[in-house]
């Protein structure tokens, strides 16, 4: 995070010696954005420009299946919420989306696949009435949402192929865990290698006794 440089033979090569999964290269795609930048693939350029939501799919110890809905904001890469729920349609999307909108403010857009949850009358009236305007990706794109896809991997790399949970509660709780180092902590290279939301030590103030002239 303060700079330091080094060959990235030599890192792959410590992630080699310490038994970690290398990341897998691939090739640069160029179908993410258009020229103009239209609004399909439209470019953030700040914060709570575009929020980007998607569903990521788990199953407990006990084979019961669960969802989990996942909101990226695509300029800060800062992770919002991942809202753990047995079942989720348009209205527990709502529900979840509601309270992230009193703690960062409303987004200009918000970036979507074209499941039923999202293409829902009651979805996508509720956006009109507080003035989000929707994109939906092409059917069968999930690359023009890879913001969101490329965290839902990482999710799933790193919590859920590595636990195994018993109840959505203790799921919830562990990915909430996660998401403060996703969020605090851990560098993003797309960020200049800082984290999207940086905690800061405060150093308190020294307190010096009454000046008694001596």
Do not use: C
């Not at 309270?99 to 293409?119: C, K, V």
């Not at 896809?149 to 636990?163: I, K, M």
Request: proline residues 7%; positive net charge.
């Amino acid at each position: 995070m303060e700079g330091w440089r080094v060959n990235h033979k030599k890192v792959e090569r410590l992630w080699r010696e310490e038994g970690l999964q290398l990341p897998q290269r691939h090739k640069k795609r160029k179908r993410l954005y258009h020229k103009g930048s239209s609004i399909i693939r439209l470019r953030p350029t700040h914060p709570n420009h575009v929020w980007a939501i998607d569903f990521v799919h788990d199953k407990l110890s006990n084979g019961r299946s669960y969802k989990m809905l996942t909101v990226l904001d695509e300029f800060t890469r800062q992770a919002l919420a991942v809202v753990v729920r047995t079942k989720m349609g348009a209205d527990e999307v709502l529900e979840a989306l509601y309270p992230l909108l009193l703690r960062h403010g409303s987004p200009e857009y918000i970036r979507s696949d074209n499941g039923p949850e999202f293409a829902a009358e009651a979805m996508q009236g509720w956006l009109r009435r507080v003035g989000i305007k929707p994109i939906r990706i092409y059917p069968g794109s999930p690359w023009e949402n890879g913001y969101n896809e490329r965290f839902n991997g990482t999710l799933r790399r790193e919590v859920l192929n590595a636990e195994w949970f018993t109840t959505t509660k203790q799921a919830q709780i562990v990915i909430n865990h996660w998401l403060r180092q996703y969020n605090h902590t851990r560098p993003h290279q797309a960020l200049n290698m800082r984290p999207p939301v940086p905690e800061t030590i405060l150093e308190k103030p020294l307190i010096s006794g009454p000046d008694t002239g001596g």
